[in-house]
């Protein structure tokens, strides 16, 4: 009976986690799910002037001025272009809403503890402080993302701003 009841528990590792699997440049990223309030199509923003290129604008979600960020442009940094993929994950953190647009959302994930690696300190074309870990499950490798570390507070303020700003 002992070694069952220790079988069951290794199955459910603590630490593990769901997180909503989306694309940018071909790969594969992941966020907490808990942080998605909805996901959407790209619609219209209101473009702010004098805001860097990743903030799209704002855009009025059922009566909540929210940034939309381009994490393709954050991520990348690289041309994008908007077509009837393009996904807005609306995301709320913080006591804030923002969007964030990405090339694509696959689908949720379900990982344990087992399944997340330490991050490498080479190989990826971001700093590594934004990053959570590497989900690996069989050959798939998804890049584990804190959104919040990856909107750092000073780029919070400045969407702070510019969402207050457009409010008024």
């Known amino acids: 009976m ?22 940018v440049a071909q790969e594969e990223y992941g966020i907490d799910i808990l942080k998605v309030q909805e996901i959407r199509g790209y619609d219209h923003v209101t473009r702010i ?11 009025n979600l059922r009566g909540v001025i929210a940034p939309i960020i381009d994490l393709r442009m954050k991520l990348v940094n690289d041309e994008v272009t908007y077509d009837n993929n393009t996904v807005v994950i609306v995301l709320n953190f913080l006591e804030r809403v923002v969007g964030i647009v990405v090339d694509g959302v696959s ?21 590594t402080e934004y990053l959570m870990g590497l989900g690996v499950i069989n050959e798939r490798m998804i890049i584990l993302v804190d959104i919040e570390k990856l909107l750092s507070s000073e780029e919070m303020q400045l969407i702070d701003s510019v969402a207050q700003g457009a409010a008024n």
Do not use: Y
Request: aromatic share 6%; glycine share 8%.
């Open 2 to 23: 002992m070694g069952m009841a220790t079988e069951h528990k290794k199955m459910e590792e603590p630490g593990g986690q769901e997180v909503l699997i989306f694309t």
């Open 107 to 127: 689908d949720v994930l379900s990982l344990q503890a087992s399944e997340i690696r330490p991050v490498p300190d080479f190989s990826i074309s971001m700093p």
């Open 49 to 59: 002037a004098n805001t860097p290129d990743f903030i799209k604008g704002v855009t």
